[in-house]
T-cell receptor
Framework: DAGVIQSPRHEVTEMGQEVTLRCKPI?????LFWYRQTMMRGLELLIY????????DSGMPEDRFSAKMPNASFSTLKIQPSEPRDSAVYFC?????????????FGPGTRLTVL | GNSVTQMEGPVTLSEEAFLTINCTYT??????LFWYVQYPGEGLQLLLK?????DKGSNKGFEATYRKETTSFHLEKGSVQVSDSAVYFC?????????????FGGGTRLMVKP
């Protein structure tokens, strides 16, 4: 099992540029989560999907952020335009929502730096 | 709503010392409880879990017991090693949530000195 795959692992961009982060969940998982982690705010849930449908996007900071899940094996988180305060580590996690303890499996993260 | 409260860190211990990281929770339903660990530069990994009251989760020498009467899930280890230095997150999932969201605590940084 390859685990959750995220790309790129590191991204450095300039303010105002568009940034796209990518995630491939574990095969067979039907829930996908995007988190952001910073020293100041800790770990924040941005949005999550069940069966490719966005369920709760109340954590998305503002309209500059958008997320899509066109199929069960791929999701993107886009920031346009990016700002320095978006600098953080962004994690994707996936889960099999079939009852029991809903363990989430995390990817290695994308470290985003906006200059 | 659901919430998880952890003791603030950093917790600094010498190797072979006993570890306790406190975690208490508030939930509307019957949650499952988790401890995740995050090593430097990595994502979160599940350390252990418990799905009902009085269950004990254990892994890699760490243990935590689901205490419904005190709404707690404290993490313990009898003898820590330098390699245990990491950030530890307590979390819960609740049937009453829409879907299977996890509610995380703020994390506790553990530093173990040789």
């Amino acid at each position: 099992d390859a685990g959750v795959i995220q790309s790129p692992r590191h991204e450095v961009t300039e303010m105002g540029q568009e940034v796209t982060l990518r995630c491939k969940p574990i095969s067979g998982h039907n829930s996908l989560f995007w988190y952001r982690q910073t020293m100041m705010r800790g770990l924040e849930l941005l949005i999550y999907f069940n069966n490719n449908v966005p369920i709760d996007d109340s954590g998305m900071p503002e309209d500059r952020f958008s997320a899509k899940m066109p199929n069960a094996s791929f999701s993107t988180l886009k920031i346009q335009p990016s700002e320095p305060r978006d600098s953080a580590v962004y994690f994707c996690a996936s889960s099999r929502a079939s009852g029991g303890a809903w363990e989430q499996f995390f990817g290695p993260g994308t470290r985003l730096t906006v200059l | 709503g659901n919430s998880v409260t952890q003791m603030e860190g950093p917790v600094t211990l010498s190797e072979e010392a006993f570890l306790t990281i406190n975690c208490t929770y508030t939930a509307t339903g019957y949650p499952s409880l988790f401890w995740y660990v995050q090593y430097p530069g990595e994502g979160l990994q599940l350390l252990l879990k418990a799905t009902k009251a009085d269950d004990k989760g254990s892994n890699k020498g760490f243990e935590a017991t689901y205490r419904k009467e005190t709404t707690s899930f404290h993490l313990e280890k009898g003898s820590v090693q330098v390699s245990d230095s990491a950030v530890y997150f307590c979390a819960l999932s609740d049937w009453n949530n829409a879907g299977n969201m996890l509610t995380f605590g703020g994390g506790t940084r553990l530093m173990v000195k040789p």
